[in-house]
């Protein structure tokens, strides 16, 4: 009796994980695809109105769904809704910080999740790029608000948030080592109980790395470090500084981003301007008034899976099935080369790259993926343990049925941060003598006429996500 029931109780709890990683799988994509479909478009108000339904309210109604409220955030921006857009950003912040102190016995099922199905199943865990991006997105949106002081406040986070990545880092990759000890562990075990042969791991990482080769061919940015946050925060603390210590500060910043931008013209004369005003030899009331323009282009990465083969005999040659799935970077196409500013018929410049946010994307997804490669190995020899004893209890049937629980929850976590630009450029102007801006670019069907206001300095953000939209722009003055 004991040994015909045996094979029944393992067969319903393989059905159990294939049934959580298979409703997983199939969960609805199409609201998604309906907000990429309004972004791309360059509705944005409409666009951000589908992310805030896909988050499921505000934080004073209901608590959002963290990668939402994202999304919604940005299309906020974009649009012009910048109280709205630092609501939601200050709902998602809040969600960040719960992720960090989050609950042990969450983190315990996560743990058992991430192993036994995949990482779709637990929420979203931000990166850490996600969380330096919502303080200066809140910041950006507070320079259009006029409120000064708490734009300072969002920068200054920004730049904690910086200069504390490589820590958030070291903690979130020892958590990790810690989960990938545990279930390799447990791998182990499952793996002796059953006397089937011991994986080989090595050989299971060493075929995934090969589908890998782009990973050796990035450029990575130095500790995490953002040139589109330290630039608006040196501009920033340029523009509206008070006193000295706010102009170091403004230097600091511009000094990192010469660093990795060291032609950037823009970029250039404002650490210049900066220096010269620390060392009192130019006052800021008498500087020529200008125009800073900031534009986002593009589109930044998407994720795909990739599901990797991995030879039986890594895992065992009685198993049906031996696959893993990994995320995949994929990139998108910028909206325009460039854009060209004018004063009439009379050409002021162009803008040039500040900022690769494919290149900070990239360089935490390449720190963070020998993680996820282990992960990702582990859960697939677990898997394969759980096969070979589904064969040994239930013959036929139950191996099959234990393929299939692989085949389903051998997912990939493709969820990212999508609304973000590819690459962030930037221009320096003169301001025309009539305050009359005209922006053209390759490809771009009409070009922008912009009136600036009458103040010393003004920044006039624009944002296009593909080729052939009409770019969306706001502007902010400073007065000195």
Known sequence: MKSSTSPLRHLALVACFALAGGCQTLAPTQKAADFNELYVSGAYQAAADA??????????????????????????????????????????????????????????????????????????SPAVYDGVMINTYKALNNIFLSDAQNARIEFNRAADRQRRAEEHFRSKIEALKQKQAEAAKTAQVSTNNTGSPVPDRDQAEQTVYQAFPELAEWQVYPDFVNPYTDYLHGLYFMLGGADKDD?????????????????????????????????????????????????ENGLGPQ????????????????????????????????????????????????????????????????????????EAV????????????????????????????????????????????????????RRPADRKLTIKGPGLQAPLEIELPDSQFSIVYVKAVAPGTQPAYQIAGYKP
């Open 378 to 429: 582990i859960s697939t020899l677990t898997k394969g343990a759980i096969q070979y004893q589904a064969r040994k209890e239930g013959g036929l049937a139950g191996a099959l049925a234990a393929g299939i629980y692989q085949a389903v929850t051998t997912r990939a976590d493709t969820r990212i941060w999508t609304a973000l630009p590819k690459e962030v450029q930037v221009a320096r102007v």
């Open 51 to 124: 992310a805030l339904s896909s988050a499921g309210g505000l934080a004073t109604t209901s608590k959002p769904e963290l990668l939402w409220s994202l999304q919604a955030g940005t299309a906020l921006t974009a649009s012009g809704q910048f109280a709205l857009s630092n609501q939601v950003f200050d709902a998602a912040e809040n969600l960040a910080k719960e992720e960090d102190t989050e609950h042990l016995v969450r983190k315990g099922f996560e743990k058992l999740t991430s192993t036994l199905v995949n990482n779709n199943l637990n929420r979203y």
């Open 303 to 374: 994720v795909e899976e990739l599901l990797i083969p991995i030879p039986l005999f890594v895992v065992n040659d009685k198993v049906e099935y031996s696959q893993l799935a990994l995320p995949k970077l994929k990139l998108r196409e910028q909206a325009y080369s460039h854009l060209e500013l004018f004063s009439g018929k009379r050409s002021l410049g162009k803008t040039e790259q500040l900022a690769s946010i494919d290149r900070v994307v990239q360089t935490e997804f390449k720190r963070e993926f020998p993680l996820k490669v282990t």
């Open 247 to 295: 102009l170091g500060k403004a230097r600091d910043s511009l000094r990192r981003v010469a660093g990795m931008n060291p032609k950037n013209p823009a970029v250039k004369t404002d650490l210049q301007v900066v220096d010269n005003l620390i060392r009192g030899k130019w006052r800021k009331q008498k500087l020529n008034p200008a125009v800073w323009v900031i534009f």
